[in-house]
């Protein structure tokens, strides 16, 4: 049997959870750092994905709670991409990625998490950010704290 020791978890795992829809919930909270919210469009914002792939992936998410991307008002859709393509220029100037994997999972069958609320990841990748231990143990290792890649970004915005 494969054992990880991951103590800090437990703050998580104790903690009241809410019901709702984090993506819903946390731009409503007044404390943008501590939600990891980077930026507020008028109609999207973008936030730190609390499981990151990989250190600087961000999601861009609209306020309004819509499953699907036709159902996205124009407005809504423009300000969304330009704030992608924003987030893509504040990663390359801040961590120098190789590359990067941009995407929506639309729906439970496309693997979403979040199926009802609709959001695009934006995940920088490296040459060999994909190294034995995923391959091997399927554990993947992060290399920085959130709260430090939010402070690294934080400005960039």
Known sequence: MERM???WRMQFIRMKK???????????KDDD????ILYRGSKNFVIL???PYNPGHLMVAPYRHVASLEDLTEEERNEHFEIV???????REEVSPEGFNIGMNLGKASGAGIADHIHTHIVP???GDTNFIPVLT????????LAE??????DKF
């Open 149 to 154: 890649t939010y402070e690294r970004l934080k």
């Open 33 to 36: 750092v501590q939600n990891y």
């Open 125 to 127: 990748r490296w040459q």
């Open 49 to 51: 994905n609390s499981y």
């Open 5 to 7: 020791w991951a103590p």
């Open 138 to 145: 399927d554990v993947k290792v992060i290399p920085e704290a």
């Open 18 to 28: 809410s019901k709702g829809c984090f993506l819903c919930d946390n731009p409503d």
């Open 85 to 91: 393509n924003r987030c893509v220029k504040a990663l």
